[in-house]
C-alpha cells in the first residue's frame, strides 16, 4: 500500500509588503511558533541553506569528517525545540552545497536528508558520505517532489513536514498541489530590499489556485499578526 503524502505546511515570517528577508524580524517568536508543531522534517531549500555558512575548502571537502556534535543552543531558544528533534531536508540535484560542517553543527536538526536526482553527479553523492549525511533519489534531471515527499513518508516514517525556504520552494510545492497549511507572521516592517525573496514564487501560471480558509488569526503584541490558512482543494 503506497504511503500517505506527508502534511506539509509552507512558514515563515514575512514583511508587510510579503518578503522574508531584508527587515528585522524575532528570531525567537519565529522558532518559538515553528517549532511548536513538532513537525518529523523541516524542508529548506538549497539556496536558504547556504546561511549556514560558507564552502569547505577543496580539502577539506575531500577529507572525511568525524561524528556529528550540534552546536549548543543560543541562549533563549534551548526549551524551544523537543526531542527527537525533526530530519533537515533540502533538495540539492546540482550538487550546490558544500558547507555540510556548519549544517551539521545546527543544533534544531536531528538527521540531515539531502534529496538528489538520478543525474546528480556521483562525486557529490561520495562527498554527502563522507559528511555522514543520507541522501534520497527522487527525479532524474531536478528532484520530483511529490515524489520525494511520497518516499520521505514510505521509506523515512515522516508525517509531517513544515517548509523554512524562500518563495521558489515554496512556489514549486504550491504549484505542485503538495501545500496542506500555510502559516506566517506579518511583522509591521516593510522590507528595505525591492529585489528580496518573497514568501511564494510560482514557477508559472496556476490555473486552478485552490482557495484559502483561515482557521487561525491572531494580533501579537508587537502588532505583528498569526496568520494560519487551510488549502481546500
Known sequence: MAAERPHLTIYNEISLDGKVTGFDGDGIRYYARG????????????????????????????ADLPPREPAGFPPGFAELVHDPRPALVIPDSGG?????????????????????????????????????????????????????????????GVRSIRTDSGGALNGALLAAGLVDRIAVVIAPRIGSDPEAQTLIRL????????????????LLDDGALWLVYDLRS
Not at 37 to 57: C, K, Y
Not at 115 to 143: K, S
Open 35 to 62: 517549532f511548536r508543531w513538532r513537525s518529523d522534517a523541516i524542508l529548506m531549500g538549497s539556496i536558504t541553506a547556504q546561511a549556514f555558512g560558507p564552502n569547505e575548502s577543496s580539502a577539506e571537502q575531500r
Open 96 to 156: 550546490r552545497l558544500r558547507n555540510w560542517t556548519y549544517a551539521r553543527a545546527q543544533p534544531w536538526y536531528g538527521r540531515i536528508i539531502v534529496l538528489v536526482g538520478e543525474r546528480t553527479p556521483r562525486e557529490y553523492l561520495d562527498h554527502l558520505d563522507r559528511r555522514g549525511i543520507e541522501h534520497l533519489t527522487a527525479g532524474r534531471e531536478r528532484v520530483d517532489l511529490s515524489l520525494a515527499l511520497h518516499q520521505l513518508g514510505l521509506l523515512q
Open 203 to 218: 514557477p508559472g501560471p496556476v490555473a486552478d489556485a485552490p482557495p484559502l480558509r483561515l482557521v487561525e488569526s491572531e
